[in-house]
């Protein structure tokens, strides 16, 4: 199964400031979703996009899909110190509804 | 409403021993899956258990790991004979049933196994 690859590996921002981080992938998808994981610890699902979506939102996340790119893009508007996370996209694809993989993930910094 | 547990939380293991996992899934999901995350990596799909039944273990390692998930109790994910390579961090999620696909699964926070 194939894997998204998350782009920057790592982003330092000051808070207030946006972030965006993306995932690309190669072959075609059920659906995309991004997870948080704090350091040390369980991953925190963020949001779903099915492949027929092209934009959802969750409070100050944006997620876009763009199925001719193969790619998706999160934004967090206005970020915060408690945002500092690594940020996972993980991939449903093929005949299986439940098998997500997951790429290596962004780390992200947001420093006060 | 408590959310998916595992025990314990660090684990260490001298190789040739044997390590046992623990996951309790949320209240009213009964299905789980386990998934391993290597130093520097993302999570790789291990297995996929509902009650008494595997339904899909094509990421387990063919040789020493097995899981199982009984009628009664916690899923258990077990590695005989560990080895240095065993060293990750194993997380469980679960997920209600559903008849339609898998929307969202629910992470432990995880059991950090190191093998010395």
């Known amino acids: 199964s194939q894997q998204g690859e998350e782009d920057p590996q790592a982003l330092s921002i000051q808070e207030g400031e946006n972030a965006t981080m993306n995932c690309s992938y190669k072959?075609?998808?059920?659906?995309l979703q991004w997870y948080r994981q704090n350091s040390g610890r369980g991953l925190v699902h963020l949001i779903l996009?099915?492949?027929?979506?092209r934009e959802k939102h969750s409070g100050r996340l944006r997620v876009t899909l763009d199925t001719s790119k193969k790619s998706s893009s999160l934004l967090i508007t206005a970020s915060r110190a408690a945002d500092t996370a690594s940020y996972f996209c993980?991939?449903?694809?093929?005949?299986?509804?439940?098998?997500?993989?997951f790429g290596k993930g962004t780390l992200l910094t947001v420093n006060p | 409403n408590a959310g998916v547990m595992q025990n314990p939380r660090h684990l260490v293991r001298r190789r040739g021993q044997e390590a046992r996992l623990r996951c309790s899934p949320m209240?009213?999901?009964?299905?789980v899956y386990w998934y391993r995350q290597l130093p520097e990596e993302g999570l790789k799909f291990m297995v996929y258990?509902?009650?008494?039944?595997?339904?899909?273990e094509s990421g387990m390692p063919k040789e020493r790991f097995s899981a199982e998930f009984p009628k009664e109790g916690p899923s258990i994910l077990r590695i005989q004979q560990v080895v240095r390579g065993d060293s990750a961090a194993y997380f469980c999620?679960?997920?209600?049933?559903?008849?339609?696909?898998?929307?969202?699964?629910?992470f432990g926070p995880g059991t950090r196994l190191t093998v010395t």
């Open positions: 999620a679960s997920s209600p049933p559903t008849s339609g696909s898998v929307d969202e699964q629910y």
């Open positions: 072959t075609s998808i059920n659906n």
């Open positions: 996009i099915r492949s027929n979506e």
């Open positions: 993980a991939l449903n694809s093929g005949g299986s509804n439940y098998k997500l993989t």
């Open positions: 209240k009213g999901h009964s299905h």
């Open positions: 258990l509902q009650k008494e039944n595997i339904i899909d």
